[in-house]
């Protein structure tokens, strides 16, 4: 029996958790999978209880963390190779950059058969200055040389690997999207969108817009915000914003609300222009609850937020970075600007708020277009397929 050991940098709300975690559960029984994550940071939720719905128990590795810290991540790759001296596995995935850089380093130490990275983003722009940027790039480069396949998460990711980073040669790469159980986002809609503007007191006629993510620089809530108090100023529709997530920037984020004269509250007995939710478990009934879904990022990879968007039938307005323009549909069920044009984001933004129909018929063809390109079993499938070839 084949044996995979599975490594991911932690257990936060997002792609990388949810993959890790279908792809434990449900590979093929002739495979037999250890699933290792690290810690979490401080400012996020644990997002372990979708592992542990599913039954299976990770192991935690408490050394590696998020942060770069040379003792802690010397002590976690020796860890590392002290689970591959043990477990013996035929395959080594890791998942994320700081995992695929310790744990690919020392599976090519222990002589591991195959060792494959996914690349659920990257740290190549809008991260890190030149010099910082150039370190990171000669790291991959390296680590690519030692991995059997990379897999990229979508066609443009791997196109950015391949050509403009140039971290290895396009035939090394296989491109597998990520895959989810999306049935939730579909089901009960009525009654959870009810819950949701039941809870924040929001009308019928009201607009809200959700964006859904880490409260970080690289996610440019700035430019959500600005693109709020636009709208406010050119419609007279009630608009309501919801910022949902957490961390470093939070601060910032209110800051910004208040030289933009725009009200906030973490209270939904508030009447404010925005409200800030923290991490919501129940993402579904948030999709259910708002009409449009933003995402502002500089830098993506395959932004989960904008898949489950689809899934509940919400129109999406965001930025056209990373992978994102081969996850939505552009002019069908989302509308995309570049990151660099506030104005056209802004413009955007207002034109959904504006038309009814469009962010109706936006909303209605998300669903038919995410069922099955982003299902989990496809995932499985996929994965399988690349691990029985090269096993093979």
């Given at each position: 029996?084949?044996?995979?050991?599975?490594?991911?940098?932690?257990?936060?709300?997002g792609?990388?958790?949810?993959?890790?975690?279908?792809?434990?559960?449900?590979?093929?029984?002739?495979?037999?999978?250890?699933?290792?994550?690290?810690?979490?940071?401080?400012?996020?939720?644990?997002?372990?209880?979708?592992?542990?719905?599913?039954?299976i128990?990770?192991?935690?590795?408490?050394?590696m963390?998020?942060?770069?810290?040379?003792?802690?991540?010397?002590?976690?790759?020796?860890?590392?190779?002290?689970?591959?001296?043990?477990?013996?596995?035929?395959?080594?995935?890791?998942?994320?950059?700081?995992?695929?850089?310790?744990?690919?380093?020392?599976?090519?130490?222990?002589?591991?058969?195959?060792?494959?990275?996914?690349?659920?983003?990257?740290?190549?722009?809008?991260?890190?200055?030149?010099?910082?940027?150039?370190?990171?790039?000669?790291l991959?480069?390296?680590?690519?040389?030692?991995?059997?396949?990379?897999?990229?998460?979508?066609?443009?990711?791997?196109?950015?690997?391949?050509?403009?980073?140039?971290?290895?040669?396009?035939?090394?790469?296989?491109?597998?999207?990520?895959?989810?159980?999306?049935?939730?986002?579909?089901?009960?809609?009525?009654?959870?969108?009810n819950?949701?503007?039941?809870?924040?007191?929001?009308?019928?006629?009201?607009?809200?817009?959700?964006?859904?993510?880490?409260?970080?620089?690289?996610?440019?809530?700035?430019?959500?915000?600005?693109?709020?108090?636009?709208?406010?100023?050119?419609?007279?529709k009630?608009v309501?914003?919801?910022?949902?997530?957490?961390?470093?920037?939070?601060?910032?984020?209110?800051?910004?609300?208040?030289?933009?004269?725009?009200?906030?509250?973490?209270?939904?007995?508030d009447?404010?222009?925005?409200?800030?939710?923290?991490?919501?478990?129940?993402?579904?009934?948030?999709?259910?609850?708002?009409?449009?879904v933003?995402?502002?990022?500089?830098?993506?990879?395959?932004?989960?937020?904008?898949?489950?968007?689809?899934?509940?039938?919400?129109?999406?307005?965001?930025?056209?970075?990373?992978?994102?323009?081969?996850i939505?549909?552009?002019?069908?069920?989302?509308?995309?600007?570049?990151?660099?044009?506030?104005?056209?984001?802004?413009?955007?933004?207002?034109?959904m708020?504006?038309?009814?129909?469009?962010?109706v018929?936006?909303?209605?063809?998300?669903?038919?277009?995410?069922?099955?390109?982003f299902?989990?079993?496809?995932?499985?499938?996929?994965?399988?397929?690349?691990?029985?070839?090269?096993?093979s």
């Amino acid at each position: 029996m084949p044996r995979v050991l599975r490594i991911i940098n932690r257990f936060n709300l997002g792609g990388p958790t949810y993959n890790a975690a279908y792809l434990t559960k449900h590979l093929p029984e002739r495979y037999e999978t250890l699933l290792l994550g690290g810690m979490k940071d401080a400012s996020e939720d644990s997002s372990q209880f979708i592992v542990e719905n599913l039954g299976i128990t990770p192991k935690i590795l408490p050394e590696m963390r998020r942060p770069v810290n040379p003792y802690r991540d010397y002590k976690a790759f020796r860890e590392i190779k002290s689970i591959i001296r043990t477990f013996k596995p035929d395959i080594v995935h890791t998942h994320a950059s700081k995992p695929g850089a310790l744990g690919r380093w020392a599976a090519h130490q222990m002589n591991v058969p195959v060792i494959i990275h996914t690349f659920h983003g990257h740290v190549f722009h809008s991260y890190f200055n030149n010099f910082t940027t150039g370190v990171y790039k000669s790291l991959e480069r390296k680590l690519a040389k030692m991995s059997t396949r990379i897999v990229a998460i979508s066609e443009k990711q791997k196109e950015e690997l391949a050509m403009e980073h140039q971290i290895c040669s396009a035939n090394k790469i296989e491109v597998i999207p990520l895959g989810f159980d999306l049935q939730r986002f579909q089901d009960e809609q009525d009654e959870k969108r009810n819950v949701f503007r039941t809870e924040f007191k929001l009308n019928d006629e009201d607009i809200a817009i959700g964006i859904i993510g880490r409260l970080v620089p690289i996610k440019n809530h700035e430019l959500f915000l600005n693109a709020i108090k636009y709208v406010k100023q050119h419609s007279n529709k009630r608009v309501k914003a919801f910022i949902v997530g957490d961390g470093e920037s939070r601060s910032e984020i209110e800051e910004q609300c208040s030289e933009l004269d725009l009200t906030y509250s973490n209270d939904s007995e508030d009447d404010v222009d925005v409200y800030f939710t923290s991490w919501v478990k129940k993402v579904d009934y948030v999709n259910a609850g708002v009409d449009i879904v933003a995402l502002t990022s500089k830098n993506e990879g395959t932004p989960v937020s904008l898949i489950e968007a689809q899934a509940s039938n919400r129109a999406i307005v965001s930025t056209n970075v990373g992978g994102i323009e081969n996850i939505v549909l552009p002019e069908l069920t989302a509308l995309l600007s570049d990151p660099s044009d506030e104005k056209k984001f802004k413009e955007n933004l207002l034109r959904m708020i504006e038309d009814e129909k469009l962010r109706v018929k936006f909303g209605e063809q998300g669903w038919s277009f995410v069922e099955n390109k982003f299902h989990y079993q496809r995932l499985v499938e996929d994965i399988t397929n690349l691990y029985d070839s090269l096993l093979s």
